[in-house]
């Protein structure tokens, strides 16, 4: 995965429910949308995490004879090329001396330039995120099935697989350590698009008793010591939990309450013929909340791009525009803006910036994150001028004053 988009960056130098809505554009239906710090806050760190991994996937794609004893580097220059790629607004220089705890930048006497590799803390976090990914392929077999599952076809085209391969947490080799692997519940054939294949589930059979992870809050609500909701009502309701601040009229609890108590068709059921009445349209949409539910709740982090969901909106046969979906439903999900990508939260998993119940991977990359906030901070003057190579080469200064 890495080594592919190291070879493509070089050669390449509605009907609502629960919200009543007026007619207003779509981007004037996201700035209206109720904020919640919690989240913004930690999309702030977050949008920074995403290029920092971007760099590191390039560094641990780069060739080496030898990785244990002289661990993979890039040159500065190279990476310089690639800055509005990878989105580093400042140069790669700028960007490299951010980040003393996760870059180290030196001098490559046989190449006669600067390179940079990741720092011995850095470099352990990433074997650290390996090993957890590798320890958990059931999972992430479990999760390709799921998925698979969830698709009216029970095909999904491999690119949007790519797509979501982290959020998956899927190692980069999963053509061949998953896919290949395990040819009783997955094969590969020619789709009728150009630059793909299409991921088929060949095991349908083994599919058909999987339960959507929202089922688990169902019978907890329910067994719950001292509840008095009717299990009736609980049957089709998903928890909610809104931003703090966002005012909750009558009218929109009273919306809430019928839409939680609406039958609908779950994600892994046979979706069956659509109706275009009323009724039938809800009963779709509800459906299509499952869905993006479910999808959320096999991510590690339960948060995904929406640019990278709609991928999938066609094959799990959703009719409306994924974005608006979430905003709809404010209390299960949050939209956030920052980075310049719409990254949507599943809510209920998260408390105070931190996913309530981790998994490996996520404590793996959430070490990374707290790198990331780090910044420079912690790193001495010494330190920091030989990391950033201050007699190297005069051209790095240059950049960097620009």
């Not at 992430?140 to 698979?148: E, G, M, S, T, Y």
């Not at 998953?178 to 349908?204: M, Q, Y």
């Not at 907890?220 to 008095?228: D, L, M, Q, V």
């Amino acid at each position: 995965m890495a080594t592919q988009m190291l070879k493509k960056l070089t050669s390449k130098l509605r009907i609502t429910t629960t919200r009543h809505r007026t007619k207003t554009t779509s981007s004037q239906y996201v700035a209206t949308r109720a904020r919640d710090p919690t989240f913004e806050k930690h999309m702030d760190a977050h949008k920074n995490l995403l290029k920092v991994a971007a760099v590191q996937d390039l560094l641990l794609a780069a060739p080496t004879p030898t990785p244990t004893t002289h661990p993979p580097s890039l040159s500065v220059d190279f990476l310089d090329r690639l800055s509005q790629k990878l989105h580093l607004n400042r140069g790669a220089v700028a960007f490299l001396r951010h980040y003393p705890h996760i870059f180290h930048v030196f001098y490559n006497p046989a190449k006669s330039q600067s390179h940079f590799k990741l720092t011995e803390s850095a470099t352990k976090i990433a074997q650290q995120e390996a090993a957890a990914v590798h320890d958990s392929l059931p999972l992430v077999i479990d999760r390709l099935v799921r998925l698979l599952s969830m698709s009216l076809t029970k095909e999904l085209p491999l690119r949007a697989i790519f797509k979501v391969w982290r959020e998956l947490g899927l190692p980069d080799d999963f053509e061949d350590s998953v896919i290949s692997r395990n040819p009783n519940l997955f094969g590969l054939c020619d789709a009728e698009e150009p630059n793909t294949h299409i991921l088929k589930f060949v095991d349908k059979n083994s599919g058909s008793n999987l339960v959507a992870a929202v089922e688990n809050w169902r019978v907890i609500e329910c067994c719950r010591e001292g509840c008095s909701v009717d299990r009736t009502e609980i049957r089709y309701s998903f928890k909610h939990g809104y931003p703090p601040g966002m005012r909750l009229g009558k009218n929109f609890k009273a919306k809430v309450k019928e839409w939680q108590g609406l039958a609908y068709v779950g994600p892994y059921e046979e979706m069956g013929e659509k109706r275009r009445t009323k009724n039938g349209v809800k009963a779709l949409e509800k459906r299509a909340v499952g869905v993006v539910h479910e999808f959320l709740s096999l991510t590690v982090e339960k948060m995904v791009e929406v640019e990278k969901i709609s991928h999938f909106r066609k094959w799990f046969g959703i009719d409306l525009n994924i974005r608006d979906l979430f905003l709809d439903h404010p209390g299960m999900f949050y939209l956030s803006t920052k980075g310049k990508r719409h990254t949507v939260f599943l809510r209920e998993a998260y408390e105070k910036g931190r996913l309530i119940d981790p998994n490996p991977v996520y404590e793996a990359r959430r070490k990374l994150l707290d790198l990331v906030v780090l910044g420079r901070r912690g790193v001495s003057l010494d330190f920091k001028s030989r990391n950033t190579g201050r007699n190297i080469d005069h051209g790095l200064q240059e950049q960097e004053n620009d």
